[in-house]
Nanobody, 128 residues
Framework: QVHLAESEGGLVQPGGSLRLFCTAS????????IGWLRQAPGREREGISC????????YYVDSVKGRFTISRDKAKKEVYPEMNSLQLDDTGIYYCAATIDTDCPPSTFHREDEYDYWGQGTQVTVSS
């Protein structure tokens, strides 16, 4: 069983940065691709990035490309999404999730049904 936990989010001003992390317990992350998903107010949850375990390849949706970076430390069982140039639309609950595959699904990593294990989520609010 994979247990995932996100770090605490917070309140960030527009244009600011925030680095979250996701910690896994119970298992090694070597066998799981890890995704980050977001649920904005009034909207469905959607994947925004994913990092493969096999080769560290990363994927991003267009709305965060160039602003968000995802990395991982397998030894620490942690994954780090770093979010820069935050915008009001980035407000939402952020989740890390694992898929039972070492590789992110390139064309469907944004779909929540691609993921098998979930953290509890953490609130990120972008506001002035």
């Amino acid at each position: 069983q994979v247990h995932l936990a996100e770090s605490e989010g917070g309140l960030v001003q527009p244009g600011g940065s925030l680095r979250l992390f996701c910690t896994a317990s119970g298992v090694t992350l070597d066998y799981y691709a890890i995704g980050w998903l977001r649920q904005a107010p009034g909207r469905e949850r959607e994947g925004i990035s994913c990092i493969s375990s096999s080769d560290g390849r990363t994927y991003y949706v267009d709305s965060v490309k160039g602003r968000f970076t995802i990395s991982r430390d397998k030894a620490k069982k942690e994954v780090y999404p770093e979010m820069n140039s935050l915008q009001l639309d980035d407000t939402g609950i952020y989740y890390c999730a694992a898929t039972i595959d070492t590789d992110c699904p390139p064309s469907t990593f944004h779909r929540e049904d691609e993921y098998d294990y979930w953290g509890q989520g953490t609130q990120v609010t972008v506001s002035s």
